[in-house]
């Protein structure tokens, strides 16, 4: 059974998934486009237009994989659903029909939102804030927990040919495929630990297969650019081998498998998913040639009694701007125009709760340690004034204020621009009992509305 | 003076307002000076400046890896941050720039 990767967040490229589609004898495609905090947004998306609240891409995507899809036999799992896969499923078979493909069996995955739920539970812990959730509750936007491999696995039971859910674990996404084909149950835990291992090398797409790894003439990827997405043949028994289109660019061994099998990861002997305790500390990767690796090793405990349910929720308006100096007495001139804006934004009324001063290509990115020695001077320098504000118009002041350098500060200041005021959609999670959340899986199969 | 860059690769995640940064030796002998000399408090020193921490450091010997686990490091999390890098996916290039003593 062959797992592809058609994507791994939300904007991912699509023309690697259509490269797996083509090449590569797939029986499923996961596509995961979902960060933390898209939920939130979408929701507040769908409260503007109910139809709407599910993943940008999803048009393009399903234009392009769906065609593929049909003509192969390959099932596409995704949870570009995000707060809306009723929505979404309805998108999938409309916009699969635009490219010819008609009647598509989709099957939607719901009840993963409990905001409602979590409104009458004040008394939660928030996991980042330490907080009662109590605090919250007035500015919460969304609230849905990571469902787990359980669901997919019954909503491809329906016969489903495109399965779209909101929030699900990312690896449940690929161990559900899994535990669907090849029958596995919550018993096998190694079979279970080898899903979730599985879906976690794949669920970032190229993340295993050469990207966010080049450092060139220490660890080089070839051909780069045309990175390709990865593959998993999982047997029955959880043997597991990755792979990548014979040809493709990138690389995939046992360096870019190591890296991927700790990326967010904290204990790795306790990773929590929704459906087992993973332990990755055991694992091992055997290159068995060019673009092909073995997996072994790894380990689960049984899964939690609690899910994990990410808050979203509104947190005031970030606002900034940017402008560059160069040549002599260029960090000078850049200081002087950051003390310039926020005299000027405090003159005016601006209200923001923390101001953020960055020297691009001295302190942006690794901070100001203090020691000068550190942090030399560079020739040129981009200054950037960022805001955490409570309201829109402090937000967008700031970075006027950035804007307007060009006469209304030190000399010789190149390509000022406001980047505008943006909603801050921030998160946090909170454990509830599994028993709390009830999904079911809605059957889309026919046009209505 | 060695790099931890000379002898291992890392990638740094994010979770909320934790990064962690998996450290990655090339073979066993870069492992064992990473393992002996890479201790929690000198990477916590690094990250001094833009990390609250503390730092957890797990080992991973069967993948020559440590893990480090650094909390309060991403300006209140990714969401909330005004970096210009709120993931932190640049922050594994402060460990590779560590200074491991000889021996």
Redesign the interface.
């Known amino acids: 059974m062959r797992i592809g990767a058609g994507a791994g967040m939300a904007d991912d490229r699509v023309a690697p998934g259509v490269q797996l589609l083509q090449g590569s004898d797939l029986d499923y495609l996961v596509c995961e486009c979902l960060a933390e905090r898209t939920i939130a947004r979408e929701t507040l998306n769908r409260k503007r237009s109910p139809e709407l609240g599910y993943s940008p891409m999803l048009a393009e995507r399903v234009r392009a994989f769906m065609p593929l899809c049909r003509e192969k036999g390959v099932r596409l799992v995704s949870n570009m659903g995000a707060a809306n896969p009723r929505g979404a499923a309805k998108a999938v078979r409309r916009h699969a029909a635009e490219a010819g493909v008609n009647d598509v069996r989709c099957a939607a995955v719901i009840g993963d939102e409990v905001t409602d739920l979590l409104r009458s539970h004040p008394e939660l812990a928030l996991l980042d804030a330490g907080e009662r959730l109590e605090s919250l509750l007035p500015r919460m936007a969304s609230a849905n927990a990571y469902l787990g491999a359980d669901v997919v696995r019954d909503a491809l039971a329906t016969g489903a040919e495109a399965v779209i859910t909101g929030r699900v674990a990312d690896p449940s996404l690929f161990l559900g495929v899994a535990m669907y084909h090849h029958g596995w149950s919550y018993d096998d835990l190694p079979l279970l630990a080898a899903g979730t291992m599985t879906g976690h090398l794949l669920e970032c797409s190229v993340q295993v297969t050469g990207g966010y790894f080049a450092d060139p003439g220490r660890k080089d990827v070839p051909r780069l650019a045309e990175l390709a997405y990865p593959f998993a043949d999982v047997g029955a028994d959880g043997s597991i081998e990755i792979g990548k289109p014979s040809g493709s660019g990138g690389r995939l061994d046992r360096l870019t498998c190591t890296e991927q099998a700790l990326y967010e990861i904290h204990n790795p002997a306790r990773y929590i998913t929704p459906d087992c305790v993973l332990d990755v500390t055991d694992v091992s990767f055997e290159e068995l040639g060019p673009d092909r690796v073995r997996v072994r090793g790894a380990r689960a405990l049984p899964r939690t009694d609690t899910l994990k349910v990410v808050v979203g929720y509104t947190d005031g308006w970030i606002g900034s701007g940017e402008v560059a100096y160069a040549g002599i007495n260029a960090i000078e001139r850049a200081r002087l125009a950051a003390a310039v804006v926020q005299e000027r934004f405090r003159m005016e009324g601006g209200k923001a709760d923390e101001i953020l001063v960055d020297l691009i290509g001295m302190t942006a990115l690794h901070g100001d340690t203090g020691r000068p020695q550190d942090r030399p001077e560079p020739y040129e320098v981009r200054l950037r004034v960022a805001a955490r504000c409570p309201d829109r118009r402090s937000a967008d002041l700031i970075g006027d204020h950035v804007r307007q350098l060009n006469m209304q500060g030190p000399y010789a200041a190149g390509g000022p621009v406001n980047l505008g005021p943006r909603e801050v959609i921030a998160v946090d999670a909170v454990l509830i009992p599994r028993s709390w959340v009830k999904p079911e899986i809605v059957l889309i199969d026919k046009d209505v509305s | 003076m060695t790099l931890v860059?000379d002898i291992a690769?890392?990638?740094s995640?994010?979770?909320?307002?934790?990064s962690?940064v998996?450290v990655?030796a090339y073979d066993d002998a870069g492992y064992e000076r990473i393992q002996r000399h890479l201790t929690s408090e000198r990477v916590m020193a690094a990250y001094a400046?833009?990390a609250k921490g503390p730092v957890?450091r797990?080992e991973?010997p069967?993948?020559?890896?440590l893990?480090f686990?650094i909390e309060k490091a991403l300006a209140?999390?990714?969401?909330?941050s005004?970096?210009?890098?709120p993931h932190g996916?640049?922050?594994s290039?402060?460990v590779l720039a560590i200074e491991l003593p000889d021996d």
């Open positions: 860059h690769h890392a990638r995640g994010d979770k909320g307002n934790t962690n998996a990655i400046h833009l957890t797990y991973v069967k993948l020559r890896a893990n686990v209140g999390g990714v969401t909330r005004l970096r210009l890098d996916k640049t922050l290039a402060i």
